[in-house]
Each structure stands twice: as C-alpha cells, then as structure tokens.
C-alpha cells in the first residue's frame, strides 16, 4: 500500500459531518496509524462510535470546538495531516446570527492554522464552497475569507514546513442540510417538495466524488493553493423531478407529488460560479480540478499546464442524476 496516509496520524475537524464520516471511512482503507475525530457534537460522535466499532483501535473521539486554539493545539499533537472541514454552513442561520459565523469559519480557521504551525503538522486541507465566489451572502463571505486565510498562511508561517491549502466545491448530494434528504421529508411527510426556483443550477457531486477529488488535492498540494474541483450542474427542478419518482416508487406512493415554487431565501444567489474573472485568467486546469497557484509564490509545480477556457453551466441530464442517487443509496 503506497498511500502517503499509512501509518500516519490524521486529524479530521468536523469529523462527525457528513463528509467527515465519509473521509474517515475512506482513510481507514489506507492503513493509518490513528485518526482523530474533533467535532463539539458528543451524540454524532457516539453515533460514529458505534458505526465504526471495528475500526475502534485506530479511532478516537475528541471533543472540541475550532473556536478553541488551546483545544486545538492539543488535538493536533503529533499529527501528520489535517483536514479541515467544520463550519457554519446553513446560509439562512449564518445570516441571522453572523457574528456566529464569523467566530467559527474565520477566526476558528485561524486558530486551525495557529495550532498547525506550532505542531509542524506535514498538510492542512481547508474545504470551502462555491459560494466564496462573489459571494452575496455571509456564509460565502466568511469561507472567502477563510480561503484566503489558508492561502496567506504559506506566507505568514516562516521557516515551519506546514503545507496549507484548499479545495473548492459545490454541494454534496445526500449531505446533512442538503435538499435531497429534504425533499425525501417532504414527499413521505407533506405530499409536495418546496423549490426555491425549478430553473436554479447548482454545481453538485456525491459523497464519494467529493472525497476522492479531496484526497488528490491534499497529495498533490505544494502550498497556498485553492483547488477547484470540476462539478456537474445540476437543475433543481430535475433533481426534485427524479427524487419523487424513486422516493414514491421505493415506498409505494400512488399520491401526485407537486412541486412549488418559494423564491430566494435570504442571501441565496440563483447561480453559483466556480472562480473569479481574475482567477479564471490565473487557473491552470487538470483532469478533474482547476488549480489556481499560490499567491505568494513565484514558482509553482503548475507552469506546464494550461489555462483554464470557458465554462459552460451546462446541466447534467435526469438519468445521470438518477444513477448517481441509486448507486450511492442517497434517497
């Protein structure tokens, strides 16, 4: 097995989330030495303790939140890589309360930084959104600001050899707050699904996509990049269209589901963007990622490959979406 995480120590922060459940259960197949779970929610953390009971040996459980440097600074003794994936996510809750937002996103990415750098921690991996793009609302502006935190922090780290970067991406299909265990709800429990607009496009991926894409970045990073993953577009009015027919079909349900239209939430945008204008001219493109090279750097690993072209938002079709939601069980 030559995967650079056997026999090492990892720790994923906001572990217990749904993507962090998913990347645990991904390491553990490369034979590290221990992972170390922090989230500041004990009953997930009982929950995943349970679900991986015969992985036991190689796990532990810390209680924590990022918004606690001393905290942080303990859980990262003696650990190889971090990948950091908790946050304040839910856009209309960051909206309401965003100083709240601001303390755990900004101010606990830094404190994640701190604690890297004191503890030589070999990589840090930041996990961020398309929403960070001009962003319209607070979420999107915190992980912005969380994003260029990383990246500055190749330059503020002196002679330490902490490896920061981040990697980019849309929604994960079947995540705790996304829409699909929400339309699920709503077609078992009120007879219709609510869309904010049928015609949204949203970029998305599964679970399984978004961690192997995550792993690569975390790899190949040299230092102060954001990696873009390349992410199907999804309308939302097909995805509500497929969900109902395998949802009433899996559970019998003879009954017309509607779907209604609701408009924007607050600070919602009705497209999503992967880059900047500015970062689309600097962005080096690979075959599943778009790169965009280090701020403070004058020389990077990507000079041979070639600048990003156009993107399109072109949508991905009902039957892909389908095949994608039956065989990763998401509904």
Not at 51 to 69: K, N, P, S, Y
Not at 78 to 98: G, Q, R, T, W
Not at 288 to 311: C, H, N, R, S, T
Request: proline share 4%.
């Amino acid at each position: 097995m030559n995967s650079i995480y056997k026999d090492k120590k990892i720790l994923v922060i906001g572990g217990t989330g749904t993507i962090g459940c998913h990347l645990v259960k991904r390491l553990l197949k490369d034979a590290p030495q221990v992972i170390r779970i922090f989230s500041r929610d004990e009953h997930k953390q009982y929950e995943m303790a349970i679900e991986f009971a015969q992985h036991a040996e190689r796990l532990r459980f810390l209680i924590g939140d990022v918004r606690d440097q001393q905290r942080l600074g303990r859980a990262m003794e003696d650990i190889d890589y971090v990948f950091h994936l908790a946050a304040m996510k839910h856009v209309p809750s960051c909206e309401y309360n965003p100083f709240e937002a601001v303390q755990t996103n900004v101010i606990g990415t830094q404190n994640v930084i701190q604690a890297a750098i004191t503890n030589n921690v070999k990589k840090v991996l930041f996990t961020s959104t398309d929403k960070a793009i001009s962003p319209t609302n607070t979420y999107g502006a915190t992980k912005l600001t969380a994003e260029r935190l990383i990246s500055a922090a190749e330059y503020q780290k002196g002679s330490k050899a902490t490896i920061f970067s981040s990697v980019r991406f849309g929604n994960v299909m079947g995540s705790r707050g996304s829409v699909i265990p929400l339309f699920k709800k709503q077609i078992l429990e009120n007879g219709q699904i609510t869309v904010t607009d049928p015609d949204m496009l949203r970029y998305m991926m599964t679970p399984l996509q978004a961690i192997e894409l995550i792993l690569k970045a975390n790899e190949i990073a040299d230092g102060g990049e954001v990696f873009v993953l390349k992410m199907p577009v999804i309308r939302v009015g097909d995805l509500a269209e497929v969900l109902i027919e395998l949802v009433t079909r899996k559970h019998g349900l003879q009954k017309k589901i509607d779907i209604r239209s609701i408009g924007l939430r607050p600070g919602e945008k009705r497209y999503e963007e992967l880059m900047t204008s500015d970062e689309h001219l600097l962005a080096k493109e690979a075959d599943d990622m778009f790169i965009i090279p280090a701020m403070f750097k004058k020389k990077d690993q990507y000079e041979q490959k070639q600048l990003v072209g156009p993107l399109e938002m072109k949508p991905i079709n009902k039957e892909l979406i389908k095949e994608w939601i039956e065989t990763e069980r998401l509904a």
